[in-house]
C-alpha cells in the first residue's frame, strides 16, 4: 500500500478513535438523555413565562409573543417525544414517569399560553405566567434529581 | 457622509461573519451557557480576520486578484478543487440557513410561518444579486444591519455588575455545570464562525467590485480595521444581554425570539423594533455575502467572468450559478429543516477549508509579481503565520470536538 | 480595472511555466476576464528542442490535471467516454502565445474575449504529460518528479514560442515549491524554511542533459551528475 495512503488512513482512524464517545452504561445513557430533555424543557418553559411577563408590561409586540410561545411548544413537544420514544431501564421506571408526566404538563400549559396569545386574551397572561413559573421550577427540580443515579 | 459609507463594505463582511443567522443564535446560547468565559476566543477571532482580510484586500487593491482565483493559481487545480468543495459546503449551508433565518426574522415580525415566507424571501434575494447596485447593496444592509448596536445599549441598560462581568472574561471563568469538552466545542466553533473563508472571499471580491486601486488601500484598511472590530462588539453584546437574563435562568437559547428578548427586558418595544430591523438586514446581508461568495469561488476557480461590476449579460455563468444557488436553497429549506441546525453541521467543513484558504493568501501577498512595493511587512508575516497555526489547530480539533460533544449539547 | 503594481513583463525573460503560468487567469484587452490557463500546449522539434507554442483551456485539458498518475488516466478515460459522440470533446481551448500581450499577477491577452477560445486540434503534447512523467536514473532507480519547467522567450519568424532551458526536478508535486525556489527570502519567514526544507533534494538539469524522453512510457532518464542546484531568479 503506498505510504500516503496508509498515513491518510492512520489520520482518519486516530480521529474516528479519538471522536468516538466514550461508551456509557445503559443506565447513565438514559440519565444522561432525560437531564438534557428536562433541561430543554425547562428553557422553553422559562422563555414562554420571560416573554408573557415582558408583554404584560407591554414590552414586546404580539407576533413576536406568538412566535415565541409557538417555538416553546414546539420544543417541548420535541423534547417530550424524544425522551418519551427512549425505553427507560428497569430501575429509571419511576423516573420516567416523573420526566414525561412533567414534560406532558408543562406542554399543556404552554399549549394554553398559546392558545390565549393567539386569541388575544391578555387578562390570562399573569396567570399563565404563574403557573408556567412552578413548572420551570418543577422541572429544574427533578433536573437537580436526575443528576444522580437512581435510589 | 460619503465618509461613513466608505467603510460599508466591511461593516457588511463583518456582519456576515459575526452576526449571521447562526452566529446570533450561537453567541446567545453561548452567553446563556458560558457567561462571557468565551469573550476572549471573539477577540482572537476579530484580530485573525483582521490579519487575513487586510491581506487580502490589498492584494485585491494592488493586483485587481480576488481569493480564490489565488487559490488555485498558489495551490495547484487539484488542492483548488478540494478547497472549493469544502468551502462550498460551508458557504452553501450557510446561504441556505441565511434565506431560513431572513424568514425566521420576518416570522417573529408577521408571525407568518417562517416556511410560507422561505420562497418570497429567496425571491427578494435573487432580486437584490441580480440587479441591485454592489454599492447600494452593501450601504442600505451594513447600516440597518448596525441597528444590532441596540444589544449594547441594552447590555447597558440591565446593568449588570460589570466587574464581574469582565473578570469572567478575562479569567475564562466557565460555570461550573459545563465540561471543559463542551466549551472547548464552542470555543472551536466561535473562532470557526469569526474566521470562515466566506468573509474574505466576500471582502477580496468585493474591493474588486469597488475598483479598489494601490491608492485606495488606506480606505481598504479602515473598512477592515472598524468593520471587524463592530462585528466583534456585537457579537460580544449579544452574548453579554442573554448571560445577563437567561444565565440567573439557567435557560438554553436556541431560537432567534429568544434572542430578542433581551432587548425587550431592558428597552421595551422601541428596542425590540430596533433589533428586529437588525435581524432582517443582517440575516438579509448575510444572505446576499453567502450567495455572491459561492458565485466568486466557483467562478474564479474556473475563470468565468463574475462581479456585479459588469453587466449581467456579461458575467452570464457567473448569475446562472447564483440563481441555480438560490433555487437549491429554497428547495432545501422548504423541507422544513431547522435553518439553524443547518450552519452549525456546516463547522464541520470549516476545518478543511480554512487552511486551505488562509495559506494561499500569505503567501501571494509576499509574492513581488503581485503585489510590487506593498509585500507584507514583519508584523502581518509574524502575526499570518502565528494564525496560520491557530488555524491548523483548530482544524484539526473541530471534528472530534464536535463527535465527542455531540455537537455542544 | 487590473492595477498591476509590476509593470515588468515576464515573458521577457526567464520564466517557470508552472509558477508563473500555470493556473492564471487570463484577461482579455479590455479587462474582461476570459478563463484560466489550464495547461500549455509543448511542441517538439526534430532536434530535441522542446518548446510552449499556446496556451490551453477547458474542461479538457483541466480534468487530466485533477489527479496524478493511474487515478489521472481513468479520469482522462472517464471523460472521453463522456462526449464519445463529439469529435472534438477531448480538443482543449487554445489560445496562441502570439496573442499574449503581458504577464504579470494575470495573462493579458492582445484581442478582445469574444471567439478567442478555439478548439484548433491537438497538436503536440501537453505540459502535463511533462509533469506526470517518472525522472530516474541512469540505473532506472526513480529520482523524483518534474516540480517545474524553466522557459526562455526567443523571438522567432513563426509565431512566439517559450523554449525549455531546463527542468527542476524533485520530490513532491509540481507547483509544491509555492514559489520559494525562485525567491529564497520570500516571506513569511517560517513557511519559506519549511517549505524550502521539504524541497531539500531538488535541483535543477538543462535540457540538454535529459536523455530518453519518453511521452508515450512516461519516463524520462537524467545523469545525477549534471544535477545543479537551483539559482535564484
Avoid at chain 2, 410560507?116 to 427578494?124: E, G, H, N, R, T
Avoid at chain 3, 524554511?193 to 535543477?204: A, D, N, P, Q
Wanted: net charge negative; charged share 20%; glycine share 10%.
Amino acid at each position: 500500500m503506498s505510504r500516503r495512503r496508509l498515513v491518510v488512513l492512520a489520520v482518519v482512524g486516530l480521529q474516528t478513535v479519538v471522536g468516538c464517545a466514550p461508551g456509557t452504561p445503559d443506565g447513565d445513557s438514559w440519565r444522561i438523555d432525560a437531564q438534557r430533555a428536562v433541561s430543554d424543557a425547562s428553557s422553553a418553559v422559562q422563555s414562554a413565562e420571560l416573554a408573557l411577563n415582558q408583554s404584560s408590561e407591554d414590552r414586546v409586540f404580539d407576533r413576536y409573543l406568538q412566535t415565541v410561545v409557538l417555538d416553546s411548544e414546539k420544543a417541548l413537544g420535541a423534547a417530550g417525544d424524544h425522551i418519551a420514544a427512549r425505553q427507560p431501564p428497569r430501575s429509571e421506571r419511576e423516573r420516567y414517569d416523573a420526566v414525561t408526566g412533567q414534560i406532558d404538563a408543562a406542554a399543556d400549559l404552554v399549549s394554553a399560553a398559546r392558545i390565549a396569545v393567539v386569541d388575544g386574551e391578555t387578562y390570562r397572561y399573569d396567570g399563565l405566567a404563574k403557573s408556567l413559573a412552578d413548572a420551570a421550577e418543577a422541572l429544574q427540580s427533578l433536573e437537580t434529581d436526575l443528576e444522580h443515579p437512581p435510589e | 457622509m460619503k465618509k461613513v459609507f466608505a467603510v460599508a463594505l466591511g461593516i457588511l463582511t463583518a456582519i456576515g461573519g459575526f452576526v449571521d443567522i447562526g452566529d446570533l443564535v450561537t453567541n446567545a446560547q453561548v452567553g446563556a451557557r458560558f457567561g462571557l468565559s468565551l469573550g476572549w476566543v471573539v477577540i482572537l477571532g476579530v484580530l485573525g480576520i483582521c490579519v487575513f482580510a487586510e491581506m487580502s484586500g490589498r492584494v485585491a487593491a494592488v493586483s485587481g486578484r480576488a481569493t480564490f482565483d489565488i487559490v488555485r493559481e498558489r495551490l495547484g487545480p487539484r488542492m483548488g478543487m478540494a478547497n472549493l468543495l469544502a468551502s462550498m459546503a460551508v458557504t452553501l449551508l450557510t446561504f441556505v440557513a441565511e434565506i431560513g433565518g431572513v424568514a425566521l426574522a420576518l416570522q417573529l415580525v408577521t408571525s407568518v410561518s417562517y416556511v410560507l415566507l422561505v420562497p418570497f424571501v429567496a425571491f427578494i434575494v435573487w432580486l437584490i444579486l441580480w440587479r441591485a447596485r454592489f454599492s447600494v447593496m452593501e450601504n442600505v444592509l451594513g447600516l440597518f444591519g448596525l441597528s444590532l448596536i441596540v444589544f449594547a445599549v441594552a447590555l447597558w441598560q440591565l446593568g449588570p455588575d460589570w466587574g464581574e462581568l469582565l473578570h469572567r472574561m478575562a479569567v475564562v471563568d466557565k460555570p461550573g455545570d459545563e465540561q471543559w469538552r463542551t466549551w472547548a466545542y464552542y470555543a472551536v466553533a466561535l473562532f470557526g464562525a469569526a474566521m470562515t473563508p466566506y468573509e474574505v472571499f466576500f471582502f477580496s471580491s468585493g474591493g474588486v467590485e469597488e475598483r479598489w486601486t494601490a491608492k485606495d488601500i488606506t480606505t481598504m484598511r479602515a473598512n477592515v480595521f472598524i468593520g471587524f472590530p463592530l462585528g466583534g462588539v456585537l457579537s460580544l453584546a449579544i452574548a453579554g444581554s442573554t448571560a445577563v437574563v437567561f444565565g440567573p435562568l439557567d435557560a438554553g437559547v436556541d431560537t432567534l425570539g429568544q434572542v430578542g428578548l433581551p432587548v425587550a427586558v431592558a428597552l421595551g418595544k422601541i428596542g425590540l423594533a430596533i433589533a428586529l430591523v437588525g435581524f432582517v438586514a443582517a440575516t438579509l446581508g448575510a444572505a446576499c455575502e453567502t450567495g455572491l461568495s459561492v458565485g466568486y469561488s466557483i467562478s474564479q476557480y474556473h475563470g468565468w467572468q463574475w462581479g456585479k461590476y459588469v453587466r449581467p449579460d456579461v458575467a452570464a455563468r457567473f448569475h446562472l450559478v447564483l440563481a441555480l444557488v438560490t433555487i437549491v436553497a429554497t428547495c432545501v429549506l422548504l423541507t422544513t429543516v431547522d435553518p439553524i441546525l443547518v450552519t452549525e453541521a456546516s463547522v464541520v467543513f470549516s476545518a478543511v477549508a480554512l487552511p486551505l484558504t488562509y495559506l494561499p493568501i500569505l503567501i501571494v501577498a509576499n509574492d513581488e509579481d503581485y503585489m510590487g512595493g506593498h509585500v507584507n511587512g514583519r508584523l502581518a508575516n509574524t502575526l499570518g503565520t502565528v494564525y496560520l497555526g491557530v488555524i491548523v489547530a483548530a482544524a484539526a480539533a473541530a471534528i472530534p470536538l464536535m463527535v465527542v460533544t455531540r455537537m455542544g449539547s | 480595472m487590473t492595477s498591476d503594481m509590476t509593470r515588468q513583463n515576464r515573458l521577457t525573460g526567464t520564466l517557470d511555466a508552472v509558477l508563473h503560468l500555470l493556473d492564471r487567469q487570463v484577461v482579455d484587452v479590455h479587462g474582461r476576464l476570459v478563463c484560466k490557463v489550464d495547461d500549455l500546449e509543448l511542441v517538439q522539434t526534430e532536434s530535441g528542442d522542446l518548446g510552449v507554442t499556446a496556451l490551453l483551456s477547458g474542461p479538457a485539458a483541466l480534468v487530466p490535471r485533477l489527479a496524478d498518475g493511474r487515478l489521472g488516466r481513468r479520469l482522462h478515460d472517464h471523460w472521453r467516454r463522456l462526449g464519445e459522440p463529439h469529435l472534438d470533446h477531448d480538443d482543449p481551448y487554445r489560445i496562441d502565445l502570439a496573442l499574449v500581450a503581458h504577464l504579470g499577477s494575470g495573462v493579458e491577452l492582445t484581442v478582445p474575449r469574444e471567439g478567442v477560445l478555439v478548439r484548433q486540434g491537438q497538436r503536440g503534447h501537453r505540459l502535463n504529460d511533462l509533469l506526470q512523467m517518472t525522472v530516474q536514473g541512469p540505473d532506472g532507480v526513480p529520482v523524483g518528479r518534474v516540480l517545474d519547467v524553466r522557459l526562455e522567450p526567443r523571438p522567432q519568424a513563426n509565431g512566439e514560442v517559450l523554449w525549455v532551458t531546463g527542468l527542476v526536478i524533485g520530490r513532491g508535486r509540481p507547483g509544491s515549491y509555492l514559489g520559494y525556489d525562485r525567491r529564497p527570502d520570500m516571506g513569511p519567514w517560517l513557511v519559506a524554511r519549511i517549505v524550502r526544507f521539504l524541497h531539500r533534494h531538488s535541483s535543477y538539469v538543462a535540457l540538454e542533459h535529459v536523455q530518453d524522453l519518453s511521452w508515450s512510457g512516461g519516463v524520462m532518464r537524467v545523469d545525477p551528475g549534471r544535477m545543479e542546484t537551483l539559482e535564484r531568479a
